[in-house]
């Protein structure tokens, strides 16, 4: 999948990587979007049940049927990027998104609010893969793995912001406040589309036609066709799937651990956000270009945030077990945190970059809706899987965790050979040894061939 540019290593090449048109507007927009989502994430419920008026039970058993609908659009949300590029695809969810929530104050019946809620899901379900494909569309080399870092410490600081502004609106004016909150999520996801819209996608990520003209379910087929003959990358969905586990658990099962094994205050889950919250935000960019200028492969940088993952899931088995006092509880579990954390920074860049890199630009959108499935998938088998593991000891969570950890972390390094050139490294070097053969397979990159990226 070589790509004709400046030669790999040279001040040319590593210039272009470094440099992406409307790189600020889409930081920004990606930061402003985020303010929205964390004014209503974690209070979804209520949110919905004071904007609309119906009950708890019936906003939530709208929620999960619409959310599992979104589920099944992802493939189509996939083609669509293939199809008219990212950029479009990104804008047309941003202003599906505006709209829903400017509606959802007028969504007073049954029938409303869940037409309006399935059209949100369906966007909201689909952004991480069009999300992702954009950053292929737009950077190029290590410019994927610095990309990928801002936007995760944006998210993570814009949700904490709009967390905190909702919070204290509903101090100020209680929860009629919500209306005006909604409100504000349109605004936000309007503006943020209004600044991507400024992102300029790089010459060697133009859109191409998968096939010959033809009818758009044989152009479909063909393409996820593609998507499941690629073995080594099935194999990095995989990979990835026992790691998203992982990042799943931060969620779901420490405030249950913390309330039902460790007997612990809700303020400990509450210190626990917070601190890995903070990190993400604050040291997430560094962390991540610390690991980038290493050299280190993506592959290996990415295998050691799932081995950080597994240490802190052990050292939440040895806290189970010791259960010392409440002073000893805390400190250890925030170390453990800490270490969960730094795991999560390193292995986010390097594993999303790795991803994009690794598809191949005609079909990059299919081969990512496939590759965010693994993680969309593990955000719904977590809550079943961890309580009824919990219900039995409470530290065998931890233990699958650990082992679903260090597999990933030993599959990752394994399919490095079987990967390309271009997605095992964010530079890769300058003098390379003859790949075994043609085609997608190969992590050593072939002798004096253009950059990679």
């Given amino acids: 999948m070589a790509r004709a540019g400046a030669t790999a290593g040279t001040p040319e090449a590593g210039a272009r990587a470094e440099r992406v048109a409307g790189e600020r507007p889409l930081l920004v927009g990606v930061g402003v979007s985020a303010v929205g989502i964390g004014m209503y994430v974690p209070f979804s419920l209520v949110f919905f049940h004071h904007v609309t008026g119906l009950s708890l039970t019936l906003v939530g058993l709208v929620l999960t049927a619409t959310g599992l609908a979104g589920l099944a659009f992802m493939p189509l949300a996939g083609t669509a990027v293939d199809r008219f590029g990212a950029k479009r695809a990104t804008l047309v969810l941003y202003a599906v998104r505006a709209v829903g929530f400017a509606l959802y104050p007028l969504a007073d019946s049954l029938p409303a609010f869940a037409a309006v809620a399935l059209v949100t899901a369906l966007a909201d379900r689909s952004f991480p893969v069009v999300q992702q494909s954009l950053i292929g569309e737009v950077a190029l080399g290590s410019a994927r793995d610095r990309l990928q870092a801002s936007l995760r410490a944006?998210?993570?600081?814009?949700?904490?912001?709009?967390?905190?502004?909702?919070?204290?609106?509903?101090?100020?004016?209680?929860?009629?406040?919500?209306?005006?909150?909604?409100?504000?999520?349109?605004?936000?996801?309007?503006?943020?589309?209004?600044?991507?819209?400024?992102?300029?996608?790089?010459?060697?990520?133009?859109?191409?036609?998968?096939?010959?003209?033809?009818?758009?379910?044989?152009?479909?087929?063909?393409?996820?066709?593609?998507?499941?003959?690629?073995?080594?990358?099935?194999?990095?969905?995989?990979?990835?799937?026992?790691?998203?586990?992982?990042?799943?658990?931060?969620?779901?099962?420490?405030?249950?651990?913390?309330?039902?094994?460790?007997?612990?205050?809700?303020?400990?889950?509450?210190?626990?956000?917070?601190?890995?919250?903070?990190?993400?935000?604050?040291?997430?960019?560094?962390?991540?270009?610390?690991?980038?200028?290493?050299?280190?492969?993506?592959?290996?940088?990415?295998?050691?945030?799932?081995?950080?993952?597994?240490?802190?899931?052990?050292?939440?088995?040895?806290?189970?077990?010791?259960?010392?006092?409440?002073?000893?509880?805390?400190?250890?579990?925030?170390?453990?945190?800490?270490?969960?954390?730094?795991?999560?920074?390193?292995?986010?860049?390097?594993?999303?970059?790795?991803?994009?890199?690794?598809?191949?630009?005609?079909?990059?959108?299919?081969?990512?809706?496939t590759y965010q499935l693994s993680y969309s998938l593990a955000t719904a088998l977590a809550p079943s899987l961890?309580?009824?593991?919990?219900?039995?000891?409470?530290?065998?969570?931890?233990?699958?965790?650990?082992?679903?950890?260090l597999g990933a972390a030993l599959a990752l390094v394994r399919l490095e050979r079987h990967l390309p050139a271009e997605a095992v490294y964010a530079e890769p070097p300058a003098a390379r040894p003859v790949a075994r053969g043609p085609g997608r397979g190969g992590g050593a990159p072939a002798a004096a061939t253009p950059a990679a990226v």
Avoid at 173 to 179: K, L, Q
Avoid at 255 to 262: G, M, R
Avoid at 391 to 403: F, Q
Wanted: charged content about 10%; hydrophobic content about 55%.
């Fill in 386 to 405: 961890f309580t009824v593991l919990l219900a039995v000891d409470g530290r065998l969570p931890w233990a699958v965790l650990a082992v679903a950890a």
């Fill in 154 to 369: 944006l998210q993570n600081a814009g949700m904490g912001a709009g967390a905190l502004l909702v919070s204290g609106v509903l101090a100020l004016w209680g929860t009629s406040a919500f209306t005006y909150t909604a409100w504000g999520n349109a605004l936000a996801f309007a503006l943020a589309g209004l600044l991507v819209a400024r992102v300029r996608p790089t010459a060697a990520a133009t859109p191409a036609p998968t096939v010959a003209p033809a009818g758009a379910a044989e152009r479909a087929a063909t393409g996820y066709r593609t998507v499941l003959r690629d073995r080594p990358f099935l194999g990095l969905t995989a990979a990835n799937f026992l790691t998203a586990l992982g990042y799943a658990a931060l969620s779901v099962l420490f405030p249950l651990y913390i309330a039902t094994w460790l007997h612990g205050p809700d303020s400990l889950t509450g210190a626990a956000f917070t601190v890995n919250t903070v990190l993400c935000a604050g040291t997430g960019v560094l962390v991540a270009s610390r690991v980038r200028r290493s050299g280190a492969r993506r592959t290996r940088s990415a295998a050691f945030g799932a081995l950080l993952f597994a240490a802190a899931f052990v050292g939440q088995i040895v806290l189970g077990t010791l259960r010392p006092g409440r002073t000893a509880t805390l400190v250890a579990l925030l170390a453990i945190v800490v270490v969960y954390t730094l795991g999560e920074l390193v292995h986010s860049p390097s594993g999303g970059a790795l991803s994009v890199s690794a598809a191949p630009e005609a079909v990059r959108g299919r081969y990512l809706a």
